[in-house]
């Protein structure tokens, strides 16, 4: 999908101390000023422009991985899982990124970089002025390839390369045995910036703007309140039924409570009081468990961005999650899936971090 707007395209180099280059680029793909820019020279405020940040390919890494899940979220953790085999870090340290699927093909691209990284480069990309409205690896702005050929560029001291199921930053020697015998397309600085604004407009092939770094549209959530209030306007009538239908159920819940205690003494004589409790609490337990988290795992699909950071089950507490999410609505979207599941969202604490805010939690029943 190609974009109705001019774009600021701001390529970060692996050397942070260097000035940022920045390119200026029409409706029609065509680079029309070029800038060095710094934190003392950062890039001016100028509205209708849609800012990219191109950051170097060398300091990531780019696999492609046979993911079948079906949503962004059950890809990254499929990713994840993979990953293992592939890298030494934790994967608590690494920010993993997956590009869309393609027709035909069962393998999704993944870019893989360290999160400290990631926070670094948006920082530096706030000190000079932009906020990004994606952020794409340099070689990713070559050609995407059409044949077996690869298209070849240098770019600080380094040769990007693009070709089918390739993508990297490398020394000549390290790029030739991976190209093998291959064409080779060679472009020059110009004819490099050329293409790089020219594949700017469509959509990247991988945006690294996901999960806790994903851009949120803050028009979303006023929007999901008043489709709220009018859902509950629409809804006021047949809840005065549901009332009614809800106080018979809960009279009929009590019987089966009583009927339950006097099936518990006849049975089982030694359980009274506080043991006959935690003896249901343990005959429960599974069941609880696993209703109560497919319904959380289930909601935090739904919100983008938010995660699971923390995660505990005992008799005594039930589920305790700590969520890491960008504001208090994606706090009420979780709370909203839970009711329709007969759960509650109970707040315990909430603490500002660096993506937002982490919420300890606890799910109960309604």
């Known amino acids: ?147 077996d050929g690869v298209q070849v560029c240098e770019r600080d001291g380094l040769l990007l390369a693009r070709g089918r199921k390739l993508a990297v930053a490398a020394e000549p020697d390290l790029l030739q045995r991976l190209i093998g015998a291959r064409p080779v397309q060679r472009l020059d600085d110009g004819a490099r910036d050329a293409r790089f604004a020219a594949n700017a407009l469509a959509a990247p092939a991988l945006d690294l703007l996901q999960g806790p770094y994903a851009r949120r549209d803050e028009a979303q959530p006023r929007r999901r309140r008043r489709l709220r209030w009018l859902a509950a306007l629409a809804l006021l009538s047949p809840l005065l039924l549901v009332g009614a239908q809800a106080l018979y159920h809960g009279l009929a819940a009590r019987s089966l409570e009583t009927r339950a205690d006097a099936l518990a003494a006849q049975y089982r004589p030694q359980l009274t009081g506080a043991g006959l409790g935690t003896y249901y609490r343990q005959r429960l337990a599974p069941d609880m468990l696993a209703t109560h988290s497919a319904a959380l795992f289930e909601a935090l699909r739904a919100v983008p961005g938010a995660r699971l950071d923390s995660y505990e089950f005992t008799l005594d507490t039930g589920v305790r999650a700590g969520l890491v999410h960008g504001s208090e609505q994606d706090l009420e979207l979780v709370r909203h899936s839970l009711a329709d599941r007969g759960l509650a969202l109970v707040p315990l604490d909430s603490q500002p971090v660096e993506t937002g805010l982490r919420s300890l939690v606890a799910v109960e029943p309604l």
């Open 1 to 147: 999908m190609n974009t109705a707007f001019p774009i600021r395209l701001l390529q970060l180099g692996a050397d942070p101390s260097r000035a940022a280059t920045c390119l200026s680029i029409d409706t029609g793909g065509h680079v029309v000023a070029r800038r060095h820019c710094d934190p003392a020279h950062p890039l001016p405020a100028e509205p209708g422009m849609r800012d990219i940040l191109v950051v170097p390919a060398e300091a990531l890494r780019l696999h492609w991985f046979d993911l079948p899940a079906r949503s962004a979220a059950q890809a990254v953790a499929a990713a994840r899982l993979m990953l293992q085999d592939h890298v030494a870090q934790p994967g608590t340290d690494l920010h993993v990124a997956v590009g869309d699927p393609e027709t035909g093909d069962p393998q999704r691209l993944l870019g893989v970089v360290d999160a400290a990284l990631m926070r670094d480069w948006l920082q530096q990309a706030a000190q000079l002025g932009l906020r990004p409205a994606a952020v794409v690896p340099d070689c990713l702005l070559l050609d995407a390839p059409t044949d």
